[in-house]
Structures are given as C-alpha cells and as structure tokens.
C-alpha cells in the first residue's frame, strides 16, 4: 500500500559518521526498489538502487541491504558529509508496474 | 542525459483561478510521465499517469475534472490545476520514463525539480 506520512523522521548525525536509513516497505510483491534524495525544494534524485534477487548493492559511499523476510530496505552512507544533508525516500515497484511507491521518508542532518 | 524540467518553478495565484504545470522531456521521448503531489514534511503521492495521445490514469481519490493532464506530444505533459483552493497549495513534481527498460529491467523515472504552488 502506499504510506502517508504526517512527519519526516529525523536522524542528525555529525560530519564524517556513517549514516544508517531505514524503510519498511509494504508489498511483498515489489521487486525493485529504488532510494532517492530529495532537497529542499527539488526534485527527487536517484541514489542507488536494487533489485530482489540481491541482499547488498554498493555503490560510491552507498550501500543499500535488503531484507525481504522482514520487508526492510535500508541506505548506508559512510563518511556522511554536510552536503548529504536531505531527506532520503525509498521507493517500490515490481515487474510490470511502472508505478513506484514511496515510503515515508527520513530526514538527515549532518553537523559539521 | 534524461533531464525532464517543469515550468514554472514556482506560482502564486488567487484562489478560484486555474494554473498549468508543464513538464518537458529535455533529451529524450517520453512515452509515459507522471505527476506526484507533495505536501509538506510528506511523501511524493502519485496523482496520474499520462501516456502520450491518451486520456491519463488517475490514483484513487484524485478528481480528473480539477486535475487536467494533457499529454500532448513525447516531450510534453502539462498539469492544470482547475479553480484552485489553498487546499491545493503543494509541491507538484513530474516524471517521465523513456519506455525503454533498462539492465534493472524497470522503466527509471526522471524527475523534474518540481513546481510550488501556492494559493491564497
């Protein structure tokens, strides 16, 4: 189903930790998920993404792990810089949908 | 490549008005776009879905009569927001796919940067 939040979570981090993300995600069905940044006032953009087949996906500073038993998807950004401050969606989809559904959203603040 | 831009960036206007949104695919041919709504401190909620030369698909709970999509060419899907009310007032954010899956095997969206609406 899809999620409405009424508030963004927010994880502050300082510069330089890793940051963890979390997202549960709601069809068992979905077998691709994608993880987005959003700043302020812009659009969303694409950070890494993976498809079911896989349990860990890295890309530069990003890892994403899937959990499918439990439905989670989680983004680790290490070495978290002031600039990756944002709110980070993930988002679901599966063969033959082309839509995608978001989850609700965190917010990430990283402190110099 | 797959840049997709909406215009305006950002609109005030009166209430009982009507303002149009447009997205453009800048590089490429966008068979299907999409239109999202974002409140404040909330999540992207999917509006519609435009194909090309086609009456759009929308969500559950979305009126067709206030929210007219046009999707007039492969490059152009406008949004117009018919008698808004300040209820209306949002963040309206586009997306368009190329048609084309790629090695994930999932048609990407590209987004565009989004239009603030808001009405007074």
């Known amino acids: 189903g899809e999620s409405v939040g009424l508030h963004l979570p927010t994880l502050s981090v300082q510069e330089g930790d890793n940051s963890i993300i979390n997202c549960a995600y709601s069809?068992?069905?979905?077998?691709?998920f994608i993880w987005y940044k959003q700043e302020s006032g812009k659009g969303p953009q694409f950070i890494i993404d993976?498809?079911?087949?896989?349990d860990k996906r890295q890309g530069q500073r990003v890892t994403v792990l899937l959990n499918k038993t439990v439905k989670h998807l989680s983004l680790q950004i290490a070495a978290t810089q002031p600039g990756d401050s944002a709110v980070y969606f993930c988002?679901?989809?599966?063969?033959?949908?082309?839509?995608?559904?978001f989850g609700t959203g965190t917010r990430l603040l990283v402190s110099p | 490549g797959a840049v997709v831009s909406q215009h305006p960036s950002w609109v005030i206007c009166k209430s009982g008005t009507s303002v149009k949104i447009e997205c453009r695919s800048l590089?490429?041919?966008?068979?299907?776009m999409f239109w999202y709504r974002q409140f404040p401190k909330q999540s992207l909620m999917l509006m519609a879905t435009?194909?090309?030369?086609?009456?759009?698909?929308?969500e559950q709970g979305v009126e067709k009569d206030k929210f007219l999509i046009n999707h007039a060419s492969l490059t152009l899907s406008t949004l117009t927001v018919t008698s808004a009310h300040p209820e209306d007032s949002s963040f309206y954010i586009c997306?368009?796919?190329?048609?084309?899956?790629?090695?994930?095997?999932?048609?990407?969206?590209?987004f565009g940067p989004g239009t603030r609406l808001t009405v007074l």
């Open positions: 997306s368009a796919t190329l048609g084309v899956r790629g090695t994930s095997g999932y048609n990407e969206q590209f």
């Open positions: 069809n068992s069905a979905s077998d691709y």
């Open positions: 993976i498809r079911s087949n896989m």
């Open positions: 988002a679901e989809t599966y063969t033959g949908f082309q839509k995608l559904v």
């Open positions: 590089d490429f041919q966008a068979t299907t």
């Open positions: 435009s194909n090309e030369g086609s009456k759009a698909t929308y």
